[in-house]
T-cell receptor, first 112, second 112 residues
Framework: ETGVTQTPRHLVMGMTNKKSLKCEQH?????MYWYKQSAKKPLELMFV???????ENNSVPSRFSPECPNSSHLFLHLHTLQPEDSALYLC???????????FGQGTRLTVV | EDQVTQSPEALRLQEGESSSLNCSYT??????LFWYRQDPGKGPEFLFT???AGEEKEKERLKATLTKKESFLHITAPKPEDSATYLC?????????????FGQGTELSVKP
């Protein structure tokens, strides 16, 4: 069982919908991340939270909105997405100041 | 610009046929280099961290090595269950929050 749990595993949404992705880590880590993985492209960092504060935002469109209420939970709120936003969205966590990141199983998002 | 390039993009081996995967990197000060394994439809699974040139790590049939410009993942006598995409990532020492820069991956297929 992975220490990082993502829900849902699969999501199909229309361009006018609003949905949220959830991530929970059970590893006692203080940093959490959202990555996007599109076909045939490297993983792209979207957001980093360290000690519940956003540290980095890699110029992600405002239709993606992260939320980190505590060190164990991370959300990605989605609204008015485009078909090109279809991808595997991965959550990861690590100890602040440490380097290994551990990933969840991802949410496969399809925008129709 | 920090960059990671992996080669080959795809590698097909017979069971027992040893080989190596390459990860070339350009980064302004390396904090760490990471290898992950990713199975289809799943999140990346952490394998190794390497911190300095000359360092080596081993796990079962896998051995990772690091120089100042590249890393190799050596696979000795692979088995079909080693089939997966292998991802390389680097973290720069100026980064806050643990950002990883990924390569595009090498898709390994091991036939019985």
């Amino acid at each position: 069982e992975t220490g990082v749990t993502q829900t849902p595993r699969h999501l199909v949404m229309g361009m006018t919908n609003k949905k949220s992705l959830k991530c929970e880590q059970h590893l006692g880590h203080n940093a959490m991340y959202w990555y996007k993985q599109s076909a045939k492209k490297p993983l792209e960092l979207m957001f980093v939270y360290s000690l519940e504060e956003r540290v980095e935002n890699n110029s992600v469109p405002s239709r993606f909105s992260p939320e980190c209420p505590n060190s164990s939970h991370l959300f990605l709120h989605l609204h008015t997405l485009q078909p090109e936003d279809s991808a595997l969205y991965l959550c990861a966590s690590s100890r602040t100041g440490d380097t290994e990141a551990f990933f969840g199983q991802g949410t496969r998002l399809t925008v129709v | 610009e920090d960059q990671v390039t992996q080669s080959p993009e795809a590698l097909r081996l017979q069971e027992g046929e040893s080989s190596s995967l390459n990860c070339s990197y350009t980064v302004s000060g390396l904090r760490g280099l990471f290898w992950y394994r990713q199975d289809p439809g799943k999140g990346p699974e952490f394998l190794f961290t390497l911190y300095s040139a000359g360092e080596e790590k081993e796990k079962e049939r896998l051995k990772a090595t690091l120089t100042k410009k590249e890393s190799f993942l050596h696979i000795t006598a692979p088995k079909p269950e080693d089939s997966a995409t292998y991802l390389c990532a680097v973290q720069a020492d100026y980064n806050q929050g643990g950002k990883l820069i990924f390569g595009q991956g090498t898709e390994l297929s091991v036939k019985p």
